[in-house]
């Protein structure tokens, strides 16, 4: 396994990190396997989350084992000070350890969540009071928005960041990862296989893939950690999964810049057929009803261009502001730099997923 240096943190971390997400739908015993596995193959980082329903629990079971094998990160989705405070404490217990060497604040995609966990009674106040305690050694944050998430690490408060990050969504290479780079912060990939819809054999990108040498799955893994991320984390929900895709950082040589390239051209061209094309730039995301565009047009984009189903559409019903609340004031669209008839689009992509969903 090869390893990378998690920036500020110097924590050398596997560049294949165990994801956590799949594990509400194992046994304990299962989770347990895998942990140990992944413990052979060299892998020394598991994500793990409160709202990960199960993940921590059914990690505790095998955890405290072999503790001094892996760093443990863990998160919160609360914003305020005690709630954040009462996770932390609950995630230690869980996992039956005296510390985690990761904590973050889970999913901020707004300004608004950003200004709201950084106030004076903000989620980020429990972390840092947690690490002056002990209780964990390094603070991260994790969400979707390159452009939130470059306002946060610049505050300087943030050891660690979670980004979205893959052969589709690269946004973070404009200005995210570059700052993170200076700023010496330490960066764990997300969704290499697009919350698993490049691995549907119907998917166009896992067609595309499927033509290289090694699977889907090592390729797209082998894609992300070219652009040297510090460790892409990657569910697995079996022995065979996990085997696969710690082969991508035990045999990891980069991508040269001329696949990259063609890579990055032909997946858009699969992405880009037709004109209406969201470039997720993000100055759309000004909506008054707290509409978040660009995540909607890409869930639509998962399933109308990608050809990916179940994966989209699920993710869309958890979606409170969807695109129904959408008044048409035409706000996003007099600020869209690509002229693209948003109103339209968002309610071609609420048809297309509201009626799969039915």
Known sequence: MQYRRLGKTNLDVSVIGLGGLQFYNMSSTQVAQLILRSCELGINIIELG?????SEEKSGYIIP?????????????????ELAL???????????????????????????QLDAVMNSNGALEALKLAKQQGKIRYIGITGHSPAVLTKAIKTGEFDVIEILFNIVEREALNEL????????????????????????????????????????????????????ISCALAGSRTLEELECNALSGINFEPFSQS?????????????????????????????????????????????????????PVAMYRHVEQNAMKCTECGLCESKCPFNLPIRKMLKEAHARLSQLDQ
């Open 50 to 54: 409160r709202s990960y329903a199960g």
């Open 65 to 81: 084992q072999y503790r001094n094998k892996f760093y443990l990160s863990s998160k919160t989705a609360e914003r305020k000070k």
């Open 86 to 112: 009462n996770d932390i404490d609950i995630s230690i217990k869980t996992l039956k350890t005296d510390y985690i060497d990761i904590y973050q604040i889970h999913h901020i995609d707004s300004y608004q």
């Open 177 to 228: 990862i570059p700052l993170a780079h200076e700023m010496d912060v330490g960066i764990l990939g997300m969704k290499p296989f697009g919350g698993g819809a490049f691995l549907d054999t119907e998917n166009k990108i896992a067609q595309y893939f499927g033509q290289y040498p090694e699977s889907v799955a090592q390729n797209l893994l082998k894609f992300v950690l070219s652009y040297n």
């Open 259 to 311: 696949q990259l390239k063609m890579m990055v051209e032909e997946v858009d061209k699969i992405g880009m057929r037709d004109s209406a094309f969201c470039h997720r730039c993000g100055y759309c995301v000004c909506c008054p009803n707290m509409i978040d565009i660009p995540l909607i047009l890409r869930f639509d984009e998962y399933l109308h261009k990608y050809k990916s189903k179940a994966w």
